[in-house]
T-cell receptor, first 113, second 114 residues
Framework: QKEVEQNSGPLSVPEGAIASLNCTYSDRVSQSFFWYRQYSGKSPELIMSIYSNGDKEDGRFTAQLNKASQYVSLLIRDSQPSDSATYLCAVNSFNHNNNDMRFGAGTRLTVKP | ETGVTQSPTHLIKTRGQQVTLRCSSQSGHNTVSWYQQALGQGPQFIFQYYREEENGRGNFPPRFSGLQFPNYSSELNVNALELDDSALYLC?????????????FGPGTRLLVL
């Protein structure tokens, strides 16, 4: 079982729709969760971080965390073509006093005009 | 932009050679992590440096080694290059060694091993 799993996609949504990205993780002691966006040929850039169960909203983005189900998601409202990218879920378990992050393989999102 | 810089941007090497990649962390950040990202995959943790000491290592062989300098910049060295080492190498810095610290990525170095 992979430590962090995401649907590889591609996920295609029309402009203005809600895009829903999902991620599950295997390490129950994980405490910090991050969503990064990566455009083709570029490095990952942080979108959201979430540490507590529930929802966290930032503009058009909402992250949702359920530690009991070991599940984290990202909703993108009013999707724009510029949102087309690969979205990486990252989980930090802070094992052995180092904060290495474990990444999923990413979900490729395409927003069609 | 994050303020994390990496050099070079692209590099072509042949199998068996050695390579050194460099990273300057964002001002004020004392923790640097290195990741390898193969095409179509998520970044894989190589190791982390905190205050010039290696502070954790992923599942990479000893031919992957690193350094962190007093100004918190860092190097990744790879010896005896193999074809599978072809990847995007990412450096990420964070302000301190703490569980909820975000890591900020540099632009990466794309390495091709022929």
């Amino acid at each position: 079982q992979k430590e962090v799993e995401q649907n590889s996609g591609p996920l295609s949504v029309p402009e203005g729709a809600i895009a829903s990205l999902n991620c599950t993780y295997s390490d129950r002691v994980s405490q910090s969760f991050f969503w990064y966006r990566q455009y083709s040929g570029k490095s990952p850039e942080l979108i959201m971080s979430i540490y507590s169960n529930g929802d966290k909203e930032d503009g058009r983005f909402t992250a949702q965390l359920n530690k009991a189900s070991q599940y984290v998601s990202l909703l993108i409202r009013d999707s724009q073509p510029s949102d087309s990218a690969t979205y990486l879920c990252a989980v930090n378990s802070f094992n052995h006093n180092n904060n290495d992050m474990r990444f999923g393989a990413g979900t490729r999102l395409t927003v069609k005009p | 932009e994050t303020g994390v810089t990496q050099s070079p941007t692209h590099l072509i090497k042949t199998r068996g050679q050695q390579v050194t990649l460099r990273c300057s962390s964002q001002s004020g950040h004392n923790t640097v992590s290195w990741y390898q990202q193969a095409l179509g995959q998520g970044p894989q943790f190589i190791f982390q440096y905190y205050r010039e000491e290696e502070n954790g290592r992923g599942n990479f062989p000893p031919r992957f080694s690193g350094l962190q300098f007093p100004n918190y910049s860092s190097e990744l060295n790879v010896n005896a290059l193999e074809l599978d080492d072809s990847a995007l190498y990412l450096c990420a810095s964070s302000p301190r060694l703490a569980q909820q610290e975000t890591q900020y990525f540099g632009p990466g170095t794309r390495l091709l091993v022929l």
